[in-house]
């Protein structure tokens, strides 16, 4: 079955960059688009962006100017950075397979505390 | 930029009653809309998508319906498991993708 698992570092210090791994298992990387969610501690979803298995890429207009999505299609993985993070940007992070224009596999999700 | 607005912000119902969840759009987003559902400490699911078709192993109970600019999820007879945040997400075009803010259903 298909399974995606975020990993990375669950403190980053303010003005530095997050990054981000999802680790895809029980599908190929290269036949959907894939994608980056948030959720900030007791808050909504907000979409971060997405990239196809070409590496073509797609951001959320209002997180646009920090963050980029790569691809490496040998392993199986996609990652995320955000550029110059702050307090706003703690929040826990899901990577999930986009089917057409859903989201119909998820992560765990992992919690990022942006933190000095 | 297309805002999905979801109303109301919580619901507090008894099991076996249904749940009537409304999802607004800005401007019409024709029937590209779905819906997820959240328990606390888990990953969203998907329940909804095109706006009525229900995702793979999503009980007959979710119905969801509409087009354009309003849409309903109905949960015709709540279920212990069913109490939850529900979400809804549209895609405007290809290039952008967005979440409503949520109705947190309680049990009452």
């Known amino acids: 079955q298909v399974q995606l698992q975020e990993s990375g570092p669950g403190l980053v210090k303010p003005s530095e960059t997050l990054s981000l791994t999802c680790t895809v298992s029980?599908?190929?990387?290269?036949?959907?688009?894939w994608s980056w969610i948030r959720q900030p501690p007791g808050k909504g979803l907000e979409w971060i962006g997405y990239?196809?298995?070409?590496?073509?890429?797609n951001y959320n207009p209002s997180l646009k100017s920090r963050v980029t999505i790569s691809i490496d299609s040998s392993k199986n993985q996609f990652s995320l950075k955000v550029n110059s993070v702050n307090t706003a940007d703690t929040a826990v992070y899901y990577c999930a397979r986009l089917k057409q224009i859903w989201f119909d596999y998820w992560g765990q999700g992992t919690l990022v505390t942006v933190s000095s | 930029e297309i805002v999905l607005t979801q109303s109301p912000a919580s619901l507090s119902l008894s099991p076996g009653e249904r749940a009537t969840l409304s999802c607004r759009a800005s401007q019409s987003v024709s029937t590209f809309l779905a819906w997820y559902q959240q328990k606390p400490g888990q990953s969203p699911r998907l329940l909804i998508y095109d706006a009525s078709s229900r995702a793979p192993g999503i009980p007959a109970r979710f119905r969801g319906s509409g087009s354009g600019t309003d849409f309903t999820l109905t949960i015709s007879s709540l279920e212990p498991a069913d109490f939850a945040v529900y979400y809804c997400?549209?895609?405007?075009?290809?290039?952008?993708?967005?979440f409503g803010g949520g109705t947190k259903v309680e049990i009452k």
């Open positions: 990239i196809s298995s070409s590496g073509s890429t």
């Open positions: 997400q549209h895609r405007n075009n290809w290039l952008s993708l967005g």
């Open positions: 029980g599908v190929s990387i290269s036949t959907y688009y």
